[in-house]
C-alpha cells in the first residue's frame, strides 16, 4: 500500500473520470455501432456512472485538503452506491425465471414525460420487463454484471484514496 499512498489523490480521481468516460463511451459504442437500445435500467446506471465521473473530476480539479477530500469521498461512495443498487437490481432481473419476469413497461422518455420523477423510479424499479433480457455479454458476464464490477471498484478506491492521509 505504501506504493499507492506515493501517488497522489488528484491522480487517483483524475483515473477514476476517465475510467467512468470510457465505459460511457463503451456504453454509446454498444447504443449507435452495435444497435443495442438501452432499457430504463442501463440509463439509470449511465446517469450513475456520469455522477461518479463529474464528481471525480471535480474533486482532482479541486484537489482539496483533507476534510475536503473526505467530503468528496461520501459523496462518491453515495453515487456509487446509487450504481451499485441499479447493478444489482437490474442483475436480479436478468436471472429471474422466464415466468416471473415484470410486464414490461413504457418507454424511459415516456415515463419522465408523463409520470413525475419519484413515480417514474417506482415504475422502473418495480417493473421493467424489457431489462430482464440479456442482449451483449463478455465472458459469459452481462452489461449489468460489469456495470457491478466497475462501479465498486470505482467507489472503492474514490472512497480509500479520498479518505486516505
Given amino acids: 500500500m505504501r506504493v499507492l499512498d506515493a ?8 483515473a477514476g473520470f476517465l475510467a467512468c468516460g470510457g465505459l460511457l463511451a463503451f456504453a454509446y459504442y454498444l447504443q449507435f455501432f452495435r444497435d443495442l437500445e438501452p432499457c430504463p435500467l442501463c440509463i439509470l446506471q449511465r446517469v450513475a456512472f456520469l455522477v461518479l465521473g463529474m464528481l471525480f473530476l471535480v474533486a482532482a480539479i479541486h484537489n482539496p485538503g483533507r476534510a475536503g477530500s473526505r467530503v468528496y ?13 441499479t447493478a444489482v437490481r437490474h442483475l436480479w432481473l436478468q436471472n429471474l425465471p422466464p415466468d416471473h419476469v415484470p410486464d414490461c413497461g413504457p418507454g424511459l422518455g415516456y415515463m419522465l414525460e408523463v ?3 419519484t413515480e417514474t423510479l417506482r415504475m422502473v424499479f418495480t417493473g421493467a420487463g424489457e431489462c430482464a433480457e440479456v442482449v451483449w455479454s463478455l465472458l459469459g458476464i452481462s452489461v449489468p454484471g460489469w456495470a457491478l464490477v466497475c462501479f465498486v471498484i470505482l467507489t472503492g478506491v474514490g472512497v480509500v484514496r479520498n479518505f486516505a492521509r
Fill in 7 to 14: 501517488i497522489p489523490r488528484r491522480w487517483f480521481n483524475l
Fill in 73 to 85: 469521498g461520501l459523496l462518491i461512495m453515495l453515487a456509487g452506491s446509487g450504481g451499485i443498487g
Fill in 115 to 117: 409520470f413525475p420523477l
